[in-house]
């Protein structure tokens, strides 16, 4: 059973900092790029990062270019999202998500097919 869970959220101050976790099971991790997207309250799901298999190729949102960096372990079927510089507008909840492609799609969230539960992320001013 494919299966993704999320960890590491938190309340954190404005410029705080914050690393979160996405443990996977149930899919070949190594085969699949592997991304983060976040839905705060009244917004739509929106695209944070992204990498694809090989850790070579990333894709970012603008909003969090230069302050949050992902990474991936195959060894641990795990991704990582290390966010630096948190700001309010960081809110939201926090979700781990792969498309089953080697590369990154954008950031559409139809195209990517399975998620996980969620994490949340509150910093305050």
């Known amino acids: 059973q494919l299966r993704l869970v999320e960890s590491g959220g938190g309340l954190v101050q404005s410029g705080g900092s914050l690393r979160l976790s996405c443990a996977t099971s149930?899919?070949?991790?190594?085969?699949?790029?592997i991304g983060w997207f976040r839905q705060a309250p009244g917004k739509e799901r929106e695209g944070v990062a992204c990498?694809?298999?090989?850790?070579?190729?990333?894709l970012y949102a603008d909003s969090v270019k230069g302050r949050f960096t992902i990474s991936r372990d195959n060894s641990r079927n795990t991704v990582y999202l290390q966010m630096n510089n948190l700001e309010p507008e960081d809110t939201a909840i926090y979700y781990c998500?792969?498309?089953?492609?080697?590369?990154?799609?954008?950031?559409?969230?139809?195209?990517?097919?399975?998620w996980g539960q969620g994490t949340q992320v509150t910093v305050s001013s």
């Open positions: 149930g899919f070949v991790f190594s085969a699949y790029s």
């Open positions: 990498m694809n298999t090989r850790s070579d190729s990333t």
């Open positions: 998500a792969t498309p089953r492609t080697s590369s990154c799609p954008d950031f559409v969230p139809g195209r990517y097919y399975a």
